[in-house]
Nanobody, 125 residues
Framework: QVQLVESGGGLVQAGDSLRLSCAASERTFSIYLMAWFRQAPGKEREFVAAARWSGRTTFYADSVKGRFTISRDNAENTVDLQMNSLKSEDTAVYYC??????????????????WGQGTQVTVSS
């Protein structure tokens, strides 16, 4: 199982930017897909963004498209999430997830094998 550790969360104001990072315990070239999910209090965990091995193929939830950017650095075994124009609705615990092999539904939690412990992002209005 791949160990994942998120970092970069914090308290920011609406309109600010924040960059999250996820470090993997193994070489990321062996991880087919890496993704970010988030979960707000009282709500279910939801998909945010995902990137394939090369990082050239990416997927985004409609709610963050145009504001968030996911990127992978396989040399450093990390995946980042650049969040711009943050809104209060973005407040949640953000989780990093990984899948070794091919999967068909990148937005489904059940498809991912490994999860980090999460990092809190709070956006004040």
């Amino acid at each position: 199982q791949v160990q994942l550790v998120e970092s970069g969360g914090g308290l920011v104001q609406a309109g600010d930017s924040l960059r999250l990072s996820c470090a993997a315990s193994e070489r990321t070239f062996s991880i087919y897909l890496m993704a970010w999910f988030r979960q707000a209090p009282g709500k279910e965990r939801e998909f945010v963004a995902a990137a394939r091995w090369s990082g050239r193929t990416t997927f985004y939830a409609d709610s963050v498209k145009g504001r968030f950017t996911i990127s992978r650095d396989n040399a450093e075994n990390t995946v980042d999430l650049q969040m711009n124009s943050l809104k209060s609705e973005d407040t949640a615990v953000y989780y990093c997830a990984a899948r070794r092999n091919y999967l068909t539904d990148y937005a489904s939690m059940s498809e991912y094998e490994s999860w980090g412990q999460g990092t809190q992002v709070t956006v004040s209005s």
